[in-house]
């Protein structure tokens, strides 16, 4: 046992599953994140076709295009943390740490147009206060959006631990993990894009 | 699945430097100091919870009396002259519901016996995240210490029940806001918990010690921790639509052209108000298993070690467990038939409540019948243990009639559901817990809690609960209506008015019998009589494999397991009690 408590400590120790502790646990988090995002998304379901006071606002007030472009950036920041795994399993520290570094702009670009995309809503009269859209749409982008930022702090300890030379092939269990956690919140803007935008 | 592993050698990894005390008692990473953390915190808030419920109850049995003793030192805002409020018994009501499910029996049955036993019990030199592990604790506390603080905000504390329904509670004063982010904090805290409890069951058990050799009372830790790891984000996911109603002034639950105090609300609406009760009755429906599975856990090893014989029927009840667990996702809105569900709607939730009846029923058999043919030593746990399975069974069963929606529609928001649920919490949970802390309170401390001092907080308890919840069943059926601050207001309440006197008397002996339980707890951790590591003979881990209290790192050999958890007098060993973890031939007879 280290003497620095670690969050999701990696033992060496093996387990009765034969799973490492850190990945067990980081899909037992996740399992929780879906029911999360599960009770957001089925009451936006609910009110949708419940409600007769849903109004949904033209497409062009949404900006689609802009929002599509976010989510072709968060599938390629997908493809390099797939990447930056796949590198340090071959000791390609180098490799790694540009598709570390390449994830963590593309979270950093999704950030980015979200906050051009807040205010212009703001100006076409979409708040939180205006209809349930507003409120669905800045709640659940918002609690995506932190996620995002958690997930670009995650990223960012993986890199700078990569840079000081800590993982190697043998030893790459939380760039797998950041990597788990990562994907999942892609996985959510894949949801929430044809959720919000689109249909 | 089945592969366990194999540890190295005890003494290799606790290689520890004496820790500062800060570090070994307060910010402890040691699963055996978060889980005594957890006993005494959990312990403070029922004794709060109780407190507020003792306020109540006086002011339904003399209402418009002054509060005797406390009364004149309540601020004018609770109590003018020692006489309470209304909106004051309305924070009362909320916050001792809301106190006592998330931050007193739930924490003392899952994070208290969960983190002390679980890991013992399993042969775990700590869980799988200790660090994980302290801070669910801090974090637990942190709200905790938020929702009893409330009373502070202006227009105090949350006064919405413990549900909190919308859309009162959406435009409650600022309290509620508050009872929103404490929830967060325990919803956190419970998620950190529950992760560490799965991941330690499915990780870190010794080896030979296979799923159907796990103690039950491990099994019911585990489905406890997958529904709250699953139910729990629910509500989370409910309370961030209030909390964005409230401070951002959302619409989730506003519906349109609502007028609230006489005056229309200033938003454009079109929420659902039974979209947050669908929210949070997907979380605490599970949530009443969350209160009673490790509590049929503890209730188990007590049984078996005070039967001296194997458990009945180990195999159906991990399998109750486990239906139970399943089930309780599918009939929540059974808490709901009021509110104008469709008939084919409410069809559903009565069938699938009917169905959740029969694991529960499977358990309380199988407890029954491991009675049969034991030797029964009537120790204090065993007499908990006892006590629990006729009152569970009225809790139990009086929740039947509240399953159909024809009984219910009549008895729900009636005094009747209180009784039921009282039953299942207190005569049942409460119960368990406190036979769970006679039980293993000489492995936590070395010492034993005093027999004599036991027996009279036993009997005090037992007849005093029954004389507190028994009434309420029958002020229920004759019609009386929950949740008022005046019962002498209406006149279908005044043939049973009498019964309020005797619910508060006998909560007020109740709580008599608790301070001698107070008295005994400090009284036996220094002066009780100090225990050998295995005083009532056990066949688990957590008795038979480690000292009394278990040192850093638990066990000071290497545990391997060869049998089932309960093998007890088993013919030609040499004593009545063998062991998990010692082979077979040290125990046959030569």
Same mark, same amino acid.
């Given at each position: 046992?280290?003497?620095?408590?670690?969050?999701?400590?990696?033992?060496? $120790?093996?387990?009765?599953?034969?799973?490492?502790?850190?990945? +067990?646990?980081?899909?037992?988090?996740?399992?929780?994140?879906?029911?999360?995002?599960?009770?957001?998304?089925?009451?936006?379901?609910?009110?949708?076709?419940?409600?007769?006071?849903? #109004?949904?606002?033209?497409? $062009?007030?949404?900006?689609?295009?802009?929002?599509?472009?976010?989510?072709?950036?968060?599938?390629?920041?997908?493809?390099?943390?797939?990447?930056? +795994?796949?590198?340090?399993?071959?000791?390609?520290?180098?490799?790694?740490?540009?598709?570390? #570094?390449?994830?963590?702009?593309?979270?950093?670009?999704? +950030?980015?147009?979200?906050?051009? $995309?807040?205010?212009?809503?703001?100006? $076409?009269? #979409?708040?939180?206060?205006?209809?349930?859209?507003?409120?669905?749409?800045?709640?659940?982008?918002?609690?995506?959006?932190?996620?995002? #930022?958690?997930?670009?702090?995650?990223?960012?300890?993986?890199?700078?631990?990569?840079?000081?030379?800590?993982?190697?092939?043998?030893?790459?269990?939380?760039?797998?993990?950041?990597?788990?956690?990562?994907?999942?919140?892609?996985?959510?803007?894949?949801?929430?894009?044809?959720?919000?935008?689109?249909? | 699945?089945?592969?366990?592993?194999?540890? @190295?050698?005890?003494?290799?990894?606790?290689?520890?430097?004496?820790?500062?005390? /800060?570090?070994?008692?307060?910010?402890?990473?040691?699963?055996?100091?978060?889980?005594?953390?957890?006993?005494?915190?959990?312990?403070?808030?029922?004794?709060?919870?109780?407190?507020?419920?003792?306020?109540?109850?006086?002011?339904?049995?003399?209402?418009?009396?002054? &509060?005797?003793?406390?009364?004149?030192?309540?601020?004018?805002?609770?109590?003018?002259?020692?006489?309470?409020?209304?909106?004051?018994?309305?924070?009362?009501?909320?916050?001792?519901?809301?106190?006592?499910?998330?931050?007193?029996?739930?924490?003392?049955?899952?994070?208290?016996?969960?983190?002390?036993?679980?890991?013992?019990?399993?042969?775990?030199?700590?869980?799988?995240?200790?660090?994980?592990?302290?801070?669910?604790?801090?974090?637990?506390?942190?709200?905790?210490?938020?929702?009893?603080?409330?009373?502070?905000?202006?227009?105090?504390?949350?006064?919405?029940?413990?549900?909190?329904?919308?859309?009162?509670?959406?435009?409650?004063?600022?309290?509620?806001?508050?009872?929103?982010?404490?929830?967060?904090?325990?919803?956190?805290?419970?998620?950190?918990?529950? &992760?560490?409890? &799965?991941?330690?069951?499915?990780?870190?058990? %010794?080896?030979?010690?296979?799923?159907?050799?796990?103690?039950?009372?491990?099994?019911?830790?585990?489905?406890?921790?997958?529904?709250?790891?699953?139910?729990?984000?629910?509500?989370?996911?409910?309370?961030?639509?209030?909390?964005?109603?409230?401070?951002?002034?959302?619409?989730?639950?506003?519906?349109?052209?609502?007028?609230?105090?006489?005056?229309?609300?200033?938003?454009?609406?079109? *929420?659902?108000?039974?979209?947050?009760?669908?929210?949070?009755?997907?979380?605490?429906?599970?949530?009443?298993?969350?209160?009673?599975?490790?509590?049929?856990?503890? /209730?188990?090893?007590?049984?078996?070690?005070?039967?001296?014989?194997?458990?009945?029927?180990?195999?159906?009840?991990?399998?109750?467990?486990?239906?139970?667990?399943?089930? @309780?996702?599918?009939?929540?809105?059974?808490?709901?038939?009021?509110?104008?569900?469709?008939?084919?709607?409410?069809?559903?939730?009565? &069938?699938?409540?009917?169905?959740?009846?029969?694991?529960?029923?499977? /358990?309380?058999?199988?407890?029954?019948?491991?009675?049969?043919?034991?030797?029964?030593?009537?120790?204090?746990?065993?007499?908990?243990?006892?006590?629990?399975?006729?009152?569970?069974?009225?809790?139990?069963?009086?929740?039947?009639?509240?399953?159909?929606?024809?009984?219910?529609?009549?008895?729900?928001?009636?005094?009747?559901?209180?009784?039921?649920?009282?039953?299942?919490?207190?005569?049942?949970?409460?119960?368990?817990?406190?036979? *769970?802390?006679?039980?293993?309170?000489?492995?936590?401390?070395?010492?034993?809690?005093?027999?004599?001092?036991?027996?009279?907080?036993?009997?005090?308890?037992?007849?005093?609960?029954?004389?507190?919840?028994?009434?309420?069943?029958?002020?229920?059926?004759?019609?009386?209506?929950?949740?008022?601050?005046?019962?002498?207001?209406?006149?279908?309440?005044?043939?049973?008015?009498?019964?309020?006197?005797?619910?508060?008397?006998?909560?007020?002996?109740?709580?008599?019998?608790?301070?001698?339980?107070?008295?005994?707890?400090?009284?036996?951790?220094?002066?009780?009589?100090?225990?050998?590591?295995?005083?009532?003979?056990?066949?688990?881990?957590?008795? %038979?494999?480690?000292?009394?209290?278990?040192?850093?790192?638990?066990?000071?050999?290497?545990? %391997?397991?060869?049998?089932?958890?309960?093998?007890?007098?088993?013919?030609?060993?040499?004593?009545?009690? @063998?062991?998990?973890?010692?082979?077979?031939?040290?125990?046959?007879?030569?």
């Amino acid at each position: 046992m280290s003497s620095t408590p670690w969050i999701l400590d990696a033992s060496d $120790e093996p387990t009765s599953t034969g799973v490492p502790h850190g990945k +067990l646990g980081i899909w037992v988090f996740l399992a929780s994140e879906v029911m999360l995002f599960g009770s957001l998304i089925s009451s936006y379901i609910v009110l949708r076709l419940g409600s007769t006071h849903f #109004i949904v606002p033209p497409h $062009e007030f949404l900006s689609v295009p802009v929002a599509a472009l976010n989510t072709f950036v968060l599938i390629i920041s997908s493809v390099t943390m797939v990447m930056a +795994l796949a590198s340090i399993q071959q000791d390609d520290r180098k490799g790694m740490i540009m598709y570390l #570094i390449a994830t963590i702009l593309c979270g950093l670009i999704f +950030l980015g147009v979200k906050t051009w $995309e807040y205010p212009h809503k703001w100006h $076409e009269g #979409i708040t939180i206060q205006s209809g349930l859209f507003g409120s669905f749409y800045f709640t659940m982008t918002g609690l995506h959006g932190l996620h995002v #930022i958690g997930g670009i702090a995650f990223n960012l300890y993986i890199l700078i631990q990569g840079i000081r030379g800590k993982w190697s092939s043998t030893h790459c269990q939380r760039v797998e993990y950041a990597g788990i956690y990562w994907h999942f919140v892609d996985l959510v803007w894949v949801v929430l894009f044809p959720l919000l935008y689109l249909l | 699945m089945e592969t366990t592993a194999s540890h @190295s050698p005890a003494g290799v990894h606790d290689v520890h430097p004496d820790l500062p005390f /800060v570090r070994k008692y307060v910010f402890s990473t040691d699963h055996k100091v978060i889980g005594i953390q957890y006993m005494i915190t959990s312990m403070l808030f029922l004794l709060s919870g109780f407190t507020m419920m003792l306020l109540m109850r006086w002011q339904i049995a003399y209402p418009g009396t002054p &509060i005797p003793f406390i009364g004149k030192f309540l601020p004018e805002t609770m109590a003018p002259g020692g006489v309470m409020l209304p909106e004051f018994y309305n924070q009362l009501g909320a916050m001792h519901g809301t106190i006592m499910v998330f931050l007193g029996v739930v924490p003392l049955g899952v994070a208290a016996f969960g983190n002390y036993v679980l890991p013992l019990q399993i042969g775990a030199k700590d869980m799988a995240f200790p660090f994980l592990n302290m801070l669910s604790y801090w974090v637990f506390l942190i709200g905790g210490v938020l929702m009893l603080s409330s009373f502070a905000m202006p227009g105090g504390a949350a006064q919405s029940g413990w549900t909190s329904y919308v859309p009162l509670a959406d435009l409650a004063p600022p309290g509620q806001t508050m009872w929103l982010i404490a929830m967060t904090f325990i919803i956190t805290s419970s998620l950190f918990g529950a &992760i560490n409890f &799965i991941v330690t069951t499915l990780n870190l058990r %010794a080896k030979g010690m296979t799923w159907m050799r796990l103690p039950f009372f491990v099994w019911c830790q585990f489905v406890t921790a997958v529904l709250l790891v699953l139910a729990f984000p629910v509500l989370q996911g409910g309370a961030l639509l209030q909390l964005m109603d409230r401070v951002a002034h959302a619409n989730f639950f506003i519906p349109a052209n609502l007028i609230f105090g006489g005056a229309p609300v200033e938003r454009p609406g079109g *929420g659902n108000p039974l979209l947050w009760q669908h929210l949070f009755w997907f979380l605490a429906h599970p949530e009443v298993y969350v209160l009673l599975l490790p509590e049929f856990g503890i /209730v188990a090893e007590i049984i078996a070690n005070g039967t001296r014989k194997p458990l009945f029927g180990y195999k159906e009840l991990v399998i109750s467990a486990c239906g139970i667990g399943v089930l @309780s996702f599918v009939v929540w809105a059974h808490h709901m038939f009021l509110s104008g569900m469709r008939t084919d709607v409410t069809k559903f939730f009565t &069938i699938t409540t009917m169905i959740i009846s029969i694991p529960s029923v499977m /358990v309380l058999t199988c407890f029954l019948l491991s009675l049969r043919g034991g030797s029964i030593h009537f120790n204090l746990p065993m007499l908990f243990a006892l006590a629990f399975l006729p009152l569970f069974g009225i809790g139990g069963l009086t929740g039947l009639p509240l399953g159909f929606t024809p009984t219910d529609i009549y008895l729900h928001d009636t005094y009747y559901v209180i009784g039921h649920f009282h039953y299942v919490v207190v005569t049942g949970s409460l119960i368990a817990l406190f036979g *769970g802390l006679y039980f293993w309170f000489p492995k936590m401390f070395g010492r034993h809690m005093n027999q004599r001092l036991g027996k009279i907080h036993f009997w005090i308890s037992v007849t005093a609960m029954n004389g507190i919840f028994f009434p309420m069943l029958i002020q229920g059926m004759s019609g009386v209506l929950r949740r008022q601050f005046d019962p002498t207001a209406q006149i279908h309440n005044h043939p049973t008015l009498i019964l309020n006197k005797v619910m508060t008397i006998s909560a007020l002996i109740l709580a008599l019998g608790q301070i001698v339980f107070i008295v005994n707890f400090f009284y036996s951790l220094f002066k009780g009589k100090e225990a050998q590591s295995n005083p009532w003979n056990a066949t688990t881990l957590d008795w %038979a494999a480690c000292p009394s209290p278990p040192p850093h790192g638990n066990f000071t050999q290497d545990i %391997a397991v060869h049998r089932g958890p309960y093998e007890y007098s088993v013919p030609n060993h040499k004593t009545d009690w @063998s062991p998990q973890h010692v082979p077979d031939q040290q125990l046959v007879k030569s």
